[in-house]
């Protein structure tokens, strides 16, 4: 794997969480603060760490695809899906911390959960491997859609 892709992808990979931060930064010591945690909720400092490490296997795995030929109209498929995936990743942090809109934040996420499955299919075909190393981010994404859907019923 040439490492300059794999540094490309990996940046490309955080960008979401970047820019994101314009929106859940303010809103974590204000509007967030106010809202009815759920029980299981877990501590915010949690959240930097998680999703450095999803990032990151994100990034790897969009390189190891990359690899595989950017001519290959497969591959082409596969990264057009993980941009979509990487774009709607973004846009939530935007919908539910900057736009408090919670409902609609849910029903983004499962848009975004649709799109991360899918990703992992086309990943998984063209190597098994990059598609595995996306499996933490479903599962990630399958607890924050609970946890967005209890934020959502403790404050609506």
């Given at each position: 794997m ?85 774009a ?63 934020y ?5």
């Open positions: 040439n490492i300059i892709a794999v540094i490309v992808w990996i940046v490309i990979a955080f960008l979401p969480g970047v820019l994101g931060q314009l929106a859940t930064g303010p809103a974590i010591s204000t509007w967030f603060a106010t809202l009815n945690r759920p029980p299981f909720a877990p501590p915010n400092w949690i959240f930097g760490p998680v999703w450095t490490l999803l990032y990151l296997s994100m990034g790897i795995a969009a390189s190891m695809v990359w690899s595989k030929g950017s001519g290959n109209k497969a591959v082409q498929f596969a990264i057009v899906l993980f941009v979509i995936q990487l709607l990743n973004g846009l939530w942090s935007f919908i539910f911390f900057g736009w408090n809109w919670l409902l609609v934040a849910l029903i983004e996420l499962v848009i975004l959960w649709a799109f991360i499955l899918w990703t992992i299919l086309k990943f998984y075909a063209l190597s098994p491997a990059a598609g595995l190393l996306l499996i933490p981010y479903l599962l990630w994404v399958s607890f924050a859609s609970v946890l967005n859907f209890s959502w019923w403790l404050n609506k």
